[in-house]
């Protein structure tokens, strides 16, 4: 009796599932924009944006033979993750350049799996990957997003109707997608406007908190490469756009 339930789960998670109504899934797009673009609720939403970049840090330091020493998730949307190993060459390279690529390129596959009717799966793995990052979470913050995101998708997945997993897994897919794109736009911005204070402020005054030399995720990759930080963050550009128009076309069967 238990090998059948286990072979029945088995069954739901690899086994295709019908797609959505077209309605379905354009409503789960505009719910999804609708927590990306106004700033209030974009002030929430964006923890799940940050889960994404942090865990997408983490899993290529892990997969690039790094030490993963632990992953920190802060009320601000900010995060930190620390891993040891070689400061330079390729993997560091790699894990620099994941997070602000990680919720797009997530998204991406979950379109992937979406198109192919694989909802389940996609609920299921997305519970296994938040699992999986609950491990290396350092703070109390961090532990509360996690779970709170984890028992979303495994609760959606274990006692809702089809159609409510269906509308569930199209919402989150579309949310990382178009989630994806706002942050390298934000950096932006806000690399513009520090700029913009260095150039007018006397010389040797430094302007504000933070002032000094820039830390962001492009900024590191530009002293690890010599490539400038400006064509990393337009290769991040690229690929949230792009992962948003080739996502978007799987989600709509176009």
């Known amino acids: 009796m238990e090998t059948d339930h286990l072979t029945d789960i088995w069954g739901r998670v690899t086994g295709s599932q019908p797609a959505p109504s077209l309605w379905l899934v354009i409503a789960t797009a505009v719910l999804a924009l609708a927590a990306v673009v106004p700033h209030t609720a974009w002030r929430l939403s964006r923890n799940a944006i940050t ?14 033979g ?23 060459g390729l993997g560091m390279v790699l894990t620099a350049a994941a997070g602000y690529v990680a919720p797009s390129l997530l998204g991406l596959a979950g379109a992937a799996l979406l198109a192919a009717g694989h909802i389940t799966a996609l609920l299921w793995g997305a519970t296994a990957l938040l699992l999986a990052m609950l491990v290396m979470i350092r703070n109390a913050y961090g532990v509360l997003t996690v779970v709170l995101a984890g028992a979303a998708f495994l609760l959606v997945s274990w006692l809702t109707t089809p159609e409510v997993q269906a509308g569930f897994g199209y919402a989150a897919v579309w949310f990382l997608l178009l989630g994806g794109v706002r942050p390298p736009f934000e950096l932006m911005g806000k690399r513009r406007r520090m700029l913009r204070a260095a150039s007018a402020a006397p010389s040797g005054v430094v302007v504000g908190r933070g002032a000094g030399p820039v830390d962001s995720d492009p900024d590191q990759l530009a002293r690890l490469t010599h490539v400038p ?17 080739g996502g978007g076309r799987w989600l709509l069967g176009l």
């Open 66 to 88: 790094r030490r993963l020493d632990g992953i920190r998730l802060h009320s601000d949307t900010s995060g930190l993750t620390v891993s040891r190993g070689k400061p330079t």
């Open 229 to 245: 930080a400006a064509l990393w963050l337009g290769l991040f550009h690229v690929v949230t756009l792009c992962s948003l128009m």
């Open 51 to 64: 889960i994404a970049h942090e865990g997408g840090h983490g899993l290529i330091a892990l997969l690039s």
